[in-house]
């Protein structure tokens, strides 16, 4: 079945503990993408990558890492987490980077305490 | 700095009742407008994709049309399953995507 993947599904940390969300696809794509969606504010984009070892940073990048070693997976570091961090995140990919039939990931609920 | 912005926040229809989303928006360089729909607790699944003024696209009860300055969802006799938020982005010329905050759109029998 064609699908992104992103674990943890849910995750409670501390302030200053560094994590990393992983997410996978399985269909190929180009285009990967992360996002973060709060209350009010809508769905931003924190960072995306074009292509293996090509990645930019979209509109809200502080604070967050990210890497594009493998085509299929596109990690988000958080070195030192912080409360302002707290959010939804949605991990996206698309066959190319224009098509922009993104398909998203189910979401990991981020707290930091 | 791109901007989209989307109308109404909120709107509740009547099953059958037709209605328009729109979003408006600037950007420099238009590559795309995407429409998506989100449901409670799940990812933004895509719709549509416009790429230039005057295109049109439809899909069930749904149709998307673009104009230089903004996009309308026109959504034809709804059911209450079309109940969602629906969501408006743009991609600028340097690949990067911006969402509006979307319409949550409540569809009644």
């Known amino acids: 079945e064609a699908q992104v993947t992103q674990n943890p599904r849910y995750l409670i940390t501390v302030t200053g503990k560094k994590l990393t969300v992983t997410c996978s696809q399985n269909m190929n794509h180009e285009y990967m993408s992360w996002y973060r969606q709060d209350p009010g504010l809508g769905l931003r984009q924190i960072y995306y990558s074009m292509n293996v070892e090509v990645t930019d940073k979209g509109d809200v990048p502080e604070g967050y890492k990210v890497s594009r070693k493998e085509k299929r997976n596109f990690p988000l570091i958080l070195e030192s987490p912080s409360p302002n961090q707290t959010s939804l995140y949605f991990c996206?990919?698309?066959?190319?980077?224009?098509?922009?039939?993104?398909?998203f990931g189910p979401g990991t609920r981020l707290t930091v305490l | 700095e791109d901007q989209v912005t989307q109308s109404p926040e909120a709107l509740r229809l009547q099953e059958g009742e037709s209605s328009s989303l729109n979003c408006s928006y600037t950007?420099?360089?238009?590559?795309?407008l995407f429409w998506y729909r989100q449901d409670p607790g799940k990812g933004p699944e895509f719709l549509f994709t416009l790429y230039s003024a005057g295109e049109e696209k439809e899909k069930e009860r749904l149709k998307a049309t673009l104009t230089k300055k903004e996009s309308f969802l026109h959504i034809t006799a709804p059911k209450p399953e079309d109940s969602a938020t629906y969501l408006c982005a743009v991609q600028n010329s340097g690949y990067a995507l911006n969402f509006g905050k979307g319409t949550s759109l409540l569809v009644t029998p």
């Open positions: 996206a990919s698309s066959l190319g980077t224009t098509d922009n039939e993104q398909f």
């Open positions: 950007v420099s360089g238009l590559r795309g």
